[in-house]
């Protein structure tokens, strides 16, 4: 049991703690309204526009609940020179999050994803991408801004969306760099990269990925995931895994010999919208680490952290009033 004024005292190293993210920053977009009516050029609905509105999606996401929490934070990633490019920087410039680091690619579109809504039900997606890999001037200057940027910061986050930033090597090149300052590196991982995270201090995937980036057959049962986080352990020579398992909390894996299990339950009271839970997770995770946490101590944080967020609907995020009232809480 870690003592609840070792979590607190934690949480209010926070606001004095940069992280780094790199990854695919994405542009959510939401077209919301009602249906009353089948369209008679298609047997499609006809949905009459309510509300319209954009926000920060995948590594921006993620850059969003570390400034929830406190963090200073930059962002390294890359946007085409167009319209949902600029708008991206602009919100997350006045969220207070750095995106010097940000390269504009006139090559490649950035990516964005539609979504009309009709009561309360997701009609149609649309997504506008570039989901090659980077051209090797962009990849050379996106590492570049990271490798100066890790000199000040105290941790950093790779954010893998699949879009095309975080390639292999990418995150080779990232982590020599945040080893050579021997910062803290979490990542929140796409199945088809699994094996690119070799040497990361922290991994968080969910139990699909996990099974999914080992090529292994899900199968049920708590001794088939304590089997299969050793593996990730083992294949992948990482420092930790951290498992999130929905409503049967999270498992974490300690590297060691032998490596240490720690389950810990879910915190969720209500769970309305699972949406951006991983975002959550790594963010916490990555900014207690950046406080000197063990990893047990941060995944505790990281579990409270998404408890909060399932509560509330559509994509949100938790703040450090929350997390200490949700430990006050627990201590009951």
């Not at 920053?25 to 089948?38: A, E, Q, T, W, Y």
């Not at 559509?314 to 809480?329: F, I, K, N, Q, Y």
Request: proline share 5%; aromatic share 4%; glycine share 8%.
């Amino acid at each position: 049991m870690i003592p609840t004024r070792r979590l607190t005292s934690l949480l209010e190293k926070f606001p004095r703690k940069r992280v780094l993210v790199l990854g695919d920053l994405m542009l959510d977009h939401f077209i919301r309204g009602s249906v009353r009516r089948i369209s008679p050029e298609a047997p499609v609905p006809v949905v009459k526009v309510c509300e319209e509105t954009h926000m920060p999606g995948g590594a921006g996401n993620v850059c969003s609940n570390l400034c929830a929490l406190g963090a200073s934070v930059s962002l390294f990633s890359v946007v085409g020179d167009d319209a949902p490019g600029r708008q991206l920087l602009d919100d997350l410039g006045r969220r207070g999050i750095d995106v010097s680091g940000v390269v504009m690619d006139p090559t490649r579109v950035t990516t964005q994803k539609s979504r009309i809504v009709a009561e309360h039900q997701q009609v149609v997606r649309v997504d506008r991408e570039t989901p090659s890999h980077l051209s090797a001037q962009t990849q050379s200057t996106l590492l570049r801004l990271l490798r100066s940027a890790l000199q000040t910061a105290h941790a950093l986050v790779i954010s893998d969306y699949g879009k095309g930033i975080v390639t292999p090597a990418v995150v080779r090149k990232a982590l020599q760099s945040a080893h050579h300052w021997r910062r803290p590196v979490i990542v929140d991982p796409k199945v088809e990269h699994f094996r690119s995270y070799r040497g990361v201090d922290c991994i968080t995937p969910n139990t699909l990925e996990a099974w999914g980036g080992m090529r292994l057959i899900p199968t049920e049962g708590e001794e088939a995931i304590r089997s299969l986080g050793r593996r990730i352990l083992k294949a992948l020579r990482v420092r930790s895994v951290l498992i999130t398992r929905g409503e049967k909390g999270m498992t974490l894996f300690e590297a060691g010999n032998p490596c240490r299990i720690h389950h810990i339950p879910t915190q969720a009271r209500e769970v309305f919208d699972v949406t951006g839970a991983g975002d959550t997770v790594v963010s916490a995770m990555a900014l207690a680490l950046a406080c000197g946490s063990r990893l047990q101590e941060a995944a505790v944080l990281a579990n409270l952290a998404a408890g909060i967020v399932v509560g509330k609907l559509g994509t949100a995020t938790a703040s450090v009033p929350e997390l200490r009232r949700s430990l006050g809480r627990s201590a009951r």
